[in-house]
């Protein structure tokens, strides 16, 4: 099973020893307290899984101590790199949430049957995330979105005329 869901982004170095700063890429960055290991995958390069030595969360992100990362050179050279967890460690999230890759390729149709096309992306915006379409941006609300199948790869919305 590959690493393949990014929980965070590496900003930078933080002081002199080799810790990183993180931007969490999760709604609860306190995960990075239970993890023992991330995939480190950088810009260019091969990434590796690096056992995490500690971490810290601060107002602007995460502190990562990684361990052989000893100086503020070489955690200044993972600057832009993603740090991943297996698919399989994701948080459990409550009914009726998902994850970007969850949504991301399902076919969207309103409850009329009109095909609305794949979700090729998704919007976070302050105010509700946004699943766009070749045909709409659909605001991600249980007023419009009616129904998530993904077992059979379905988004079913029900969607006012000037959406």
């Avoid at 971490?55 to 992100?61: H, V």
């Avoid at 740090?83 to 949430?97: G, M, W």
């Avoid at 794949?118 to 302050?126: N, Q």
Wanted: aromatic residues 6%; hydrophobic residues 40%; neutral net charge.
């Amino acid at each position: 099973m590959s690493y393949d869901l990014i929980i965070g982004l590496v900003r930078g170095a933080h002081g002199v020893a080799g810790e990183l700063r993180v931007e969490p890429i999760t709604d609860q960055p306190e995960r990075f307290r239970r993890l023992k290991q991330v995939w480190v995958e950088p810009r260019s390069g091969d990434g590796g899984l690096r056992k995490i030595e500690s971490c810290r969360l601060t107002a602007q992100g995460v502190l990562l101590k990684l361990k052989d990362l000893d100086n503020r050179e070489d955690a200044r050279a993972l600057t832009g790199a993603y740090l991943k967890v297996k698919t399989s460690a994701a948080i459990k999230l409550p009914e009726d949430h998902y994850f970007h890759f969850h949504i991301i390729g399902l076919r969207v149709q309103t409850t009329t049957g009109e095909d609305l096309g794949e979700v090729m992306e998704v919007l976070s915006l302050p105010a509700n995330d946004v699943y766009v379409t070749l045909r709409a941006n659909i605001p991600a609300l249980k007023q419009f979105v009616r129904e998530v199948d993904l077992k059979r790869g379905v988004m079913i919305v029900d969607l006012p005329e000037e959406v």
